[in-house]
């Protein structure tokens, strides 16, 4: 796709297992000729409609049981929202460019959306966000990064409307899990609390099963006190043994996602990175989080720009891109080739609908 403010590039990219490889689309953005917008559904400033989900579910801590059915009726009733939400907004802005996901919000812990200059409620249950955390804003049209504070109003004003993002790259330096990251009170690793199956691939117990419960709640615990469990968790990341939740010890592979990266060249040029569940045969699609930045530099080289910053936005299933064709918002869903970007098997990737999105408009 060519459009004179937005340029949507799109290649394959193999990570260093060469036979795990994907489809990757890069959105440049310029912001001279585009403004931005992130829109979350009105319904999400109540406190009482997002209470009702359990962010225990992605992190892998509940059984089958009426709490697990409410927490996925409460999840589709998150996206109905978002649906109304994009809908009612192409109808106001029918010169609408591109609509890309936008944050995790509500869904993960440690995951937080702003909108008219204040946080939005998260589900009852959640641990409130704490301390300084990088914001992608959208203030103005601009899109802008810097350290939000969430407990104090003029710092959270000042973002006006964005969301949480987690850094991969800070003034072209990459971010290392297990360090804190720079200009926040927070460490890389503790990003991924609010959906452990998307750092840690457990191998070790069935899904719903109690030894889940059990080690995901172990595992939960460290990633929360990043500081205090600094040692174990530098056992992990390594791929070593170790005993979790009295169960015996075992290793934790680092798990294989897709993601949206944003990135800021150093000449100021903002880009979207869309990387694919491309079917790529016995192994697995997408990148982990080490493997991150040989994949963000190899783009950058590939299309001539400096990666200055670069954070990760969304994971998985909200991975994707709408554009508008007669006014009605259109995924894109295969490469120019006609390959699909998804499995084969998940018919409805692109089906579910996003919660929250961020818009691009011309000036």
């Not at 359990?54 to 992190?59: H, K, T």
């Not at 804190?180 to 959906?195: A, L, W």
């Not at 457990?202 to 600094?230: G, Q, V």
Request: hydrophobic share 40%; no cysteine.
């Amino acid at each position: 796709m060519r459009d004179q403010s937005l340029m949507v590039y799109e290649g394959r990219y193999r990570t260093q297992n060469k036979f795990r490889q994907g489809i990757f689309h890069l959105v440049e953005i310029d912001p001279s000729m585009v403004r931005a917008r992130f829109v979350a559904p009105p319904e999400f400033r109540s406190q009482e409609f997002v209470n009702g989900f359990s962010q225990a579910l992605p992190q892998g801590r509940m059984t089958k049981g009426p709490a697990l059915e409410m927490t996925f009726a409460k999840a589709k009733e998150f996206q109905a929202a978002g649906k109304r939400a994009l809908d009612k907004f192409l109808t106001e802005n029918p010169s609408t460019l591109l609509v890309s996901d936008a944050s995790n919000a509500p869904f993960n812990e440690g995951h937080f959306a702003i909108q008219d200059s204040a946080i939005l409620p998260l589900p009852e249950g959640s641990q409130p966000p704490a301390g300084k955390h990088i914001v992608l804003s959208t203030r103005f049209g601009e899109v802008n990064f810097f350290p939000v504070k969430t407990d104090s109003f003029p710092s959270v004003s000042a973002a006006a409307e964005g969301f949480f993002v987690a850094p991969v790259v800070q003034k072209f330096i990459p971010s290392d899990l297990l360090m804190p990251i720079v200009g926040t009170d927070s460490y890389m690793i503790s990003n991924f609390r609010g959906h452990i199956g998307q750092i840690f691939n457990d191998s070790h117990s069935k899904m719903d099963s109690p030894e889940r419960i059990r080690i995901h709640t172990e595992l939960l615990k460290y990633l929360r006190n990043p500081r205090l469990y600094a040692a174990i968790l530098s056992e992990i990341v390594q791929g070593k043994k170790v005993d979790i939740a009295g169960i015996g010890k075992m290793a934790f592979k680092q798990q294989v996602f897709t993601h949206t990266y944003w990135i800021r060249s150093d000449e100021g040029t903002i880009f979207a990175l869309k990387t694919y569940p491309f079917p790529a045969g016995k192994y697995p699609p997408g990148v982990r989080f080490a493997e991150s930045y040989n994949l963000l530099s190899a783009v950058a080289r590939e299309y001539g720009f400096g990666l200055e910053d670069a954070y990760i936005g969304t994971n998985g299933r909200d991975v994707r891109i709408i554009t508008l064709k007669d006014g009605q918002p259109v995924t894109i869903e295969k490469a120019t080739d006609g390959t699909p970007l998804y499995e084969a098997e998940d018919k409805n990737h692109f089906r579910r609908q996003l919660a929250n999105f961020i818009a691009f408009l011309p000036r």
